[in-house]
C-alpha cells in the first residue's frame, strides 16, 4: 500500500495542514485563482439571490413576517456550486480548505469580496 510520498514540510507553520486531508487542493487552485472563484461565487450570489430578496422586500411592505424558504436558499447554493464547479473544477469543500490555506478571513485582499458576499446573504436574509 503506497503512502504518497509528498510531505508538506510545515510552511507557513500556522498548523492548519490537516484541512487539506479532507479536500485535496488542486494545484489550480492559487491564491489568485481563489480570489477569482469567490468574485465569480458572489456574482452568483446576488444574481440568485435577487428574486429571494425582492420577495422578501414585499412581504415586509405588506406588513407580513419576512420568511425565507431554507429549501430556496439551499437550491440557490446548489446551483452556485454547479455552476463554480463547471467553470472552475472545484468543490465547495475546496474553495473552503483553500479559503482556510490562504488564510482568507484574515487577509486585507480578499476583505472587499468576503464582504459582498456576507452582503449578498444578509440581503436576503434580513
Not at 61 to 88: E, F, M
Request: hydrophobic share 40%.
Amino acid at each position: 500500500g503506497g503512502g504518497r510520498g509528498r510531505s508538506s514540510a510545515g510552511q507557513g507553520g500556522s498548523g492548519r495542514a490537516r484541512i487539506e486531508e479532507v479536500a485535496p487542493l488542486p494545484e489550480s487552485l492559487t491564491r489568485d485563482r481563489l480570489k477569482e472563484v469567490m468574485t465569480y461565487n458572489a456574482v452568483l450570489l446576488e444574481k440568485e439571490l435577487l428574486p429571494i430578496k425582492e420577495a422578501a422586500a414585499r412581504q415586509r411592505q405588506s406588513g407580513t413576517q419576512v420568511q425565507v424558504d431554507p429549501r430556496a436558499l439551499a437550491a440557490v447554493q446548489g446551483r452556485i456550486s454547479a455552476q463554480v464547479h463547471a467553470k472552475y473544477g472545484v468543490t465547495d469543500e475546496q474553495v473552503m480548505a483553500a479559503v482556510e490555506k490562504f488564510g482568507a478571513r484574515d487577509d486585507p485582499g480578499f476583505k472587499a469580496i468576503l464582504q459582498r458576499i456576507a452582503q449578498a446573504l444578509n440581503g436576503a436574509l434580513a
